[in-house]
């Protein structure tokens, strides 16, 4: 310790005697008192941990107006370790960064600071191929399902444009979507999309150079600009970026992040803290965790770590996704779902997906969600036994409309109108009829309610739609041609 002091005291006094020699008596004794401050707050810092102390001990040092550039960079540096081990980022990022900028010719300093400091991340690679899809199931710590959700990244032109989209379908309290598009090429952000369910949407049209956004909300029929001092990214591309870093160990960088529904751009740091093999849907694999510190809270995602960086799980708050399959869409043909326990098979089209519902399933009553990647309608379908019917009279389509319709209105508490017959039709053998609900006159929260009813000797199936208010014309016959897709032998 005593050894250091002395040393630092010759360093001291060679830097003032460098640019100042001859001068006062004065200026030299407060360089070395603050050279010996300095001693004793990494005393404090290391000796004692004591990190309160310690970080108030550098504040002082700082705060003086006499600091030799060394002895200022030293503690910028140390007080940045302090806020570290205080778990303050945030504040010691800043320090780090004002420290690079403010003592350039600190090169020892310099050095440290920038080894702490994010690297300056640039995207390059594209480990996702065309037409990806990623299904997840979101879990509680006890392991309860509490929904699912998908993903699909597909290529996408707008404008002349070349660019990647990324949309995602929540079901997961409600339902819920959001949609990212950038750049091919660079990876800037060029739009992005959110829609909440109960709060609309809200869509983010992006300057080519990232450096101020356009958002609509929907909701209000508003709008905002907004502008930034450096590009910005997505919230939504945030992940695709965490798919594209070096796979290192420790490797750290940050990115600005807007929020489009908040307006607020947030300083995220993603940093690698583990790389290890673990059990995937995909097999046992090596993996690369991110964690994201987005200052008030941090969350983390697992990658594998081959050509592919799938995301495997995600951990935010008390809950966990992870993924179940991976496969890859073809836009050129619709989807066959089918249903093996109750032997009925559906086409979707080809960006859609069938999702299993929250409402349990068993042997006798099988249920999915028709899910619309971007939420346009809720969408769902139901096979049931015959044999549960229980009401006295024989099962038909209008005891099972008279059953619906107390669970229309109860689902959608604006519906109180008598449903309307569209049409009686026969479909494969099964008897059926078309209905409507309608939604009271000018509401902008409810759209139609569509009821489709099919009879069968053994089975009986309900499809229902409620389609956003003024996307009827356009929903509506994608949703009966599903409906009229059913097969009732696999």
Known sequence: MRTTVIFRLVASWGALTGYAWGAANEGDSVS????????????????????????????????ESELVDSIAAETSYRLAMVYLDQGKQALAMKLLSDLVENYPEESQWVAEAEAVLPKKFVPEI????????????????TGDLVGRS????????????????????FVLNGHRST?????????????????????????????????SVNVEYSKTGKSSSFDFN???????????????????????????????????????????????????????????????????????V?????????PVIYKVGGVEAHLTKVETVNFDAPRLYENEKHGFSLEVP???????????????????????????????????????????EPISIDGMLAEMTGKVRRQFSEIKSDPVELKRFELGGLEAGAFLFEAPEGS???????????????????????????????????????????????
Not at 126 to 141: A, C, F, K, V
Not at 179 to 194: C, H, L, P, S, W
Not at 302 to 309: S, W
Request: aromatic fraction near 12%; glycine fraction near 6%.
């Open 126 to 141: 594209t480990p996702w191929e065309d037409g990806e899809r990623t299904y997840y199931d979101w879990l509680m710590p």
């Open 302 to 310: 697992i990658f594998t770590a081959d050509e592919r960086r799938i």
């Open 32 to 63: 070395l008192k603050l050279s010996d401050e300095l001693e004793q707050a990494i005393y404090l810092h290391e000796g004692e941990a004591d990190l309160g102390k310690a970080a108030q001990a550098y504040r002082g040092i700082l705060e």
């Open 179 to 211: 949609a990212v598009e950038f750049d091919k090429k660079t990876f800037n952000t060029a739009y992005g999309r959110m829609n909440l369910e109960k709060m609309g949407n809200c869509r983010a049209w992006y300057a080519e150079d990232g450096r």
């Open 230 to 300: 450096q590009r910005v990214y997505d919230n939504e591309q945030a992940v695709d970026l965490m798919r594209q870093i070096p796979i290192e160990l420790g490797y750290r960088m940050a990115k600005k992040i807007f929020v489009s529904f908040s307006g607020m751009p947030i300083d995220i740091t993603f940093e690698i803290k583990s790389i290890e093999e673990l059990d995937t849907a995909l097999g046992h694999l090596e993996c690369y965790e991110v964690e994201i510190d987005m200052q008030v809270q941090k969350q983390s």
């Open 150 to 169: 998908f993903s699909t990244i597909y290529s996408y032109e707008w404008e002349g444009r070349e660019l990647w989209r990324k949309e995602t379908r």
């Open 350 to 392: 080809a960006a859609w997906s069938v999702i299993p519902h929250d409402k349990a399933s068993d042997e006798s009553d099988q249920v999915v969600w028709l899910a619309e990647p971007m939420v346009r309608g809720v969408y769902m379908a139901a096979s049931e036994l015959n044999t549960d019917w229980k009401k006295e």
């Open 444 to 490: 902008q929260t409810q759209g139609d309610v569509y009821l489709y009813i099919l009879l069968g000797e053994e089975k009986h199936y309900v499809f229902q739609g409620a389609m956003p208010p003024g996307d009827t014309d356009e929903m509506l016959p994608i949703f009966e041609k599903i409906v009229m897709s059913l097969k009732t032998e696999l």
